[in-house]
RNA sequence: GGGCGAUUAGCUCAGUCGGUUAGAGCGUUCGGUUCACAUCCGAAAGGUCAGAGGUUCAAGUCCUCUAUCGCCCACCA
């Protein structure tokens, strides 16, 4: 057998198991009893059991891995390996996101270095470029997923714009469309003038800015007077169509039914009232532009008032603005003032924070803007999606995310999804433009899923489509069906719909979470996923959010070249049980670890070399066999067990990952693999040696599936090495990815052996600290260390060790405090009724010694002065339970023992 | 402006139903490498649980207020 190397190489090794897994098949749900794959719209018979599945969210087909991603598919692929272990059939669906207007932002930019447009190139030849773009680099993100070790099920790997999502969001629009819940209007929407196109609200991202709040005057009609008012946007009165005061306002009853003059333009607009207004807000009056302002568009409805455009898409004043046409709206702003200040109307201007949309793609600023758009009403779909909630049917974990999603859903505002860009799913509408003399019965647009070959009223072969694409985030809304075959009843769609799991960050709540619930239950009829897990939002050192554009990224990529996927995966659960501060160092955890994970096996290994012992549960039936130290650690491991599979059905990742690095870590190397050392080292085979084999090689085995799905590339790595090495049925299959999830088994029977143990470690402890304290070298023999008991179990317990003991510190004699009264230069320490007491101090020792023992004896005075007082208070001897009652008194007289021990000591030393 | 969350060791965070002397990792200090791993081992030091009230026999934990920080949402021009 060759030799390993003294630390862990993860490139090599992780590589090399992805290729094996993924051309096995693997990630392949199977069927439980055949084994065999389960594929979509097989013939064969679907497994009764209930199968767990997981739709991955969809990265951006532009996307690059960043740590977000990792976390994020981390603990699906941990849920998903797990659940595979535990012998469910298990999906995990991958697939990427066409990503609207980033990609088409991407694709412009690579035009523009050839000096290329969009525009020149035509729409056709554009998206042929962006499917071209998505060819060749596409596929980025889906590399990296796999580098990270995602064990997605890639035979059911979707694109959102391939043929079957397509059909999906073609049918969902018509179907919706026919229900009444999707129309077209003139509303004011949200427009990037970068990207000239609409965005939904949720893609206008409030940002505080600080502004200027202008008052400028506008004449009053035939009076002579002026009324004031303020506004951030002066550009904007270029529209105006009123002016508008609170009916109530004494300050301003003479204006009633008055007209005031618009400077620059010298419109003549009407003074409105309207309760809106607030009189305590600037001047009280507020200038009313139709076009530009949702509030003012909603106060043009109910005055009837005229909306005037004055915006180009490219966000400068168009015909309407008059002599400022041309200029862009920031330059007309400042136009705007200067003209207004030349002619007296401008009263000054005042810093003022407001919060303004800026556009979630390119941050410009966005307009509220006036246009003809297509909406979905959501009204209808939101009380579905509350009233699941309220049954319980989505439980969102951490559990304070439920009321973000119904605060979201009780105010949701109608869905703009129509965007002006050429990537996407085109809408599927058709006007007609042929017979001029059919144009009144041709208005209606023609909504379908097929396309439409001729005008149903007319005849007309000439129909238009809507030029206009969908937001992506309308086949988003689709992923968990329309990936399972949806709007067809495939037997994946069957299987495997509702699905388990959402995994998710806390960002995309009412982008994507919210959305999908809805459309589940409006087009399926079933809630999506039962169980929604929010996790922490991965930041940098500082504070900051980790983004490219901050350039303060750490790159997973890079932590993987240098440190492995595993170490990564495991660096971040530990890290980011909450929103995470990372930084490079923090990844140290997780190397480490595998290193620890990789030595500790190695260790193993070289005492497997000789015989290929046979590894077996068989021991069980012989538990004559086992010591102590082997049951504890047995018992330590199905507590490991236990804890880490309730903590994974709770998504408490944290916690597991944390129980599994210290069983392993602490429990099995620190503690067992040390103790046992001695008996390993014994060149001649015994038959103690053999149940220590044993029990070691199962618990290194049982602690490699219980790892895998935190760490799948070392453990499988480890556990094909250890296969080689051992005998028996414990480790047979080709994979640790299919290895029965372990179960406890000793079911509390060596509860015992845990005490006695935990009390060892206790003495052993306290040994270590003596000599510690003492300036002992460790090979250096000291007079005698005594240990003392006062129960008879407790002596016991001790003897047991006293091989183990000595190995450490060198028990001489086991004796008792008569005897020891009688030497000169003892030191002491207590742990509960045991005593150990080291011999040969000096004169210094003894007085540092002493001093400490003071020190504890009034902390141990303390205490029971503080159990006293509860012990004497009449309502807690009442109205305590009773146990809790007994408990005290049983503390009372533990600290009491303990301190006539020290100050027993205490005269020794002295 | 509204909502949510946080505040516990030098740092990052656990702490479940209110009940033992409040824990871990990192960092620090001290000691240690022939015998798996210095990416290691052993030990220690380090806490007014943000502040103030309240409920309770009992509060890090429940309630109220205050302060500071963070996040999300929002059409006061």
């Known amino acids: 057998m060759e030799s390993l190397p003294n630390r862990y190489h993860p490139n090599e090794i992780e590589t090399k198991w992805y290729t094996v897994w993924e051309k096995a098949g693997f990630f392949l749900p199977r069927h439980p009893q055949t084994g065999k794959p389960i594929v979509c719209d097989s013939a064969s018979k679907l497994p009764s059991q209930k199968p767990y599945t997981i739709v991955i969210p969809p990265p951006n087909v532009t996307g690059v891995l960043h740590m977000g991603h990792a976390l994020n598919n981390t603990l699906q692929d941990i849920l998903i390996r797990w659940r595979r272990m535990q012998g469910v059939p298990t999906l995990w669906l ?139 946007r002066p550009e904007t009165m270029l529209g105006d169509t009123a002016v508008a005061i609170h009916p109530k306002d004494k300050r301003y009853q003479h204006l009633r039914g008055k007209k005031v003059i618009l400077p620059l333009v010298k419109r003549v607009i009407p003074v409105i009232e309207d309760e809106f207004v607030d009189p305590e807000f600037g001047t009280g009056i507020v200038k009313v532009t139709p076009a530009h302002d949702p509030n003012d568009f909603e106060l043009g409805i109910r005055h009837g008032l005229e909306r005037i455009n004055v915006l180009n898409p490219d966000g400068s004043i168009n015909e309407k603005g008059g002599p400022y046409q041309g200029l862009d709206r920031l330059s007309a702003r400042k136009k705007v003032v200067e003209d207004l200040k030349a002619q007296g109307l401008f009263e000054g201007e005042k810093r003022h924070l407001h919060a303004v949309g800026h556009c979630y793609r390119c941050h410009t600023i966005v307009e509220p803007y006036l246009s003809k758009q297509w909406f979905v009403k959501m009204k209808p779909l939101a009380q579905k999606a509350l009233k699941a909630q309220s049954e319980g049917k989505v439980v969102f974990l951490p559990s304070r995310w439920t009321k973000v999603y119904t605060g979201w859903l009780e105010n949701i505002r109608d869905w703009c999804i129509s965007r002006q860009i050429w990537w996407g799913h085109q809408i599927p509408v058709w006007y007609c433009v042929g017979d001029e003399t059919c144009l009144l019965e041709c208005k209606q647009p023609i909504v379908s899923r097929e396309d439409p070959k001729k005008c149903p009223a007319c005849g007309s072969t000439r129909l238009r489509q809507d030029p206009d694409v969908l937001d992506t985030w309308f086949s988003s809304w689709l ?103 990372l930084s490079r160092e923090k990844f140290e955890l997780g190397r480490n670890f595998t290193n620890k994970i990789w030595n500790a096996s190695r260790f193993v290994f070289t005492h497997l070399e000789k015989d290929r012992p046979k590894l077996t549960s068989g021991f069980w039936d012989h538990e004559e066999k086992l010591s102590t130290i082997d049951k504890w650690m047995l018992a330590e491991l199905d507590q490991a067990i236990l804890e880490t599979t309730e903590c994974l059905e709770a998504c408490r990742f944290f916690d597991a990952a944390n129980i599994v690095y210290h069983f392993f870590w602490h429990s099995l190397c620190d503690w067992y693999l040390e103790l046992v050392k001695p008996v390993l080292m014994q060149d001649a085979p015994s038959e103690r040696k053999q149940a220590v084999l044993s029990v070691l090689t199962f618990v290194l085995e049982r602690s490699l599936r219980l790892i895998h ?20 049925d414990e480790v047979s299959g080709e994979t640790l990815m299919y290895a029965p999830w372990p179960s406890a088994q000793t079911k509390g029977k060596f509860k015992r052996e845990q005490e006695k143990v935990n009390l060892f470690q206790e003495a052993v402890t306290g ?83 002493a001093e400490r023992t003071e020190n504890k004896i009034s902390e141990l005075e303390q205490l029971v002065c503080s159990i006293d007082r509860r012990l004497q208070n009449e309502d807690f001897r009442a109205k305590a339970p009773d146990e809790v009652v007994s408990a005290e008194r049983e503390r009372k007289k533990n600290f009491e023992e303990q301190l006539a021990s020290h100050r027993e000591n205490l005269q020794l030393f002295r």
């Not at 525009?119 to 998505?134: P, Q, T």
Request: charged share 25%.
């Open 767 to 849: 040994i270590r600290d003596l000599r510690a304290r003492l300036g002992l070298k460790p090979a250096e023999r000291v007079g005698d260390v005594y240990m003392t008991a006062k129960s008879e179990n407790v002596q016991k317990a001790v003897s047991e060790f006293r091989e183990e003991i000595c190995f450490f510190a060198r028990v001489d004699r086991l004796t008792v405090r008569e005897k020891l009264k009688k030497e000169v230069g003892m030191v002491g320490r207590v742990y509960h009724d045991l005593e150990i007491f080291v011999g040969g101090l000096s004169e210094d020792g003894l007085k540092k010694e």
């Open 94 to 232: 991958p697939g990427v996101d066409h990503a609207g207007i980033a990609t088409q932002n991407v694709v412009e930019k690579k035009l523009a270095k050839a000096n290329q447009t969009r525009h020149a190139l035509g729409r056709e030849k554009f998206v042929e470029e962006v499917w071209k773009w998505k060819e060749e680099h596409g596929s980025t993100i889906v590399k990296q997923l796999r580098m990270l070790g995602a064990s997605c099920d890639w035979s059911r790997e979707r694109f959102t714009m391939d043929e079957g999502l397509s059909r999906a969001v073609r049918e969902t629009f018509v179907l919706l469309y026919e229900r009444g819940l999707i129309y077209r209007g003139d509303y004011i929407i949200n427009w990037c003038p970068r990207c000239q196109t609409a965005l939904s609200d949720e893609e206008a991202v409030h940002q505080e800015i600080e502004g200027a709040l202008y008052q400028i005057k506008y004449p009053v009609e035939g009076t002579g007077g002026f009324i004031s008012l303020a506004t951030t």
């Open 479 to 581: 992923w968990p069906f329309s990936t399972l075959g949806w709007p067809r009843q495939t037997s994946d769609l069957r299987y495997f719909y509702p699905t388990s799991t959402l995994i998710t960050a806390q960002e995309i709540i009412f982008f994507w979470v919210a959305r999908m619930i809805m459309a589940g239950l409006e087009l399926v009829g079933q809630v999506p996923f039962h169980t929604v897990f929010i996790h922490g939002t991965v930041r940098v050192e500082g504070g900051k959010k980790m983004s490219k554009s901050l350039g303060n990224v750490i790159d997973p990529l890079e932590m993987i070249d240098e440190i492995g996927a595993d170490a990564l995966r495991f660096s971040l659960v530990m890290l980011a049980a909450t929103d995470a501060f």
């Open 709 to 728: 799905p935190f760490m799948p590339f070392l453990t499988e790595e480890v556990w094909h090495l250890l296969k080689e090495r051992v005998q028996g």
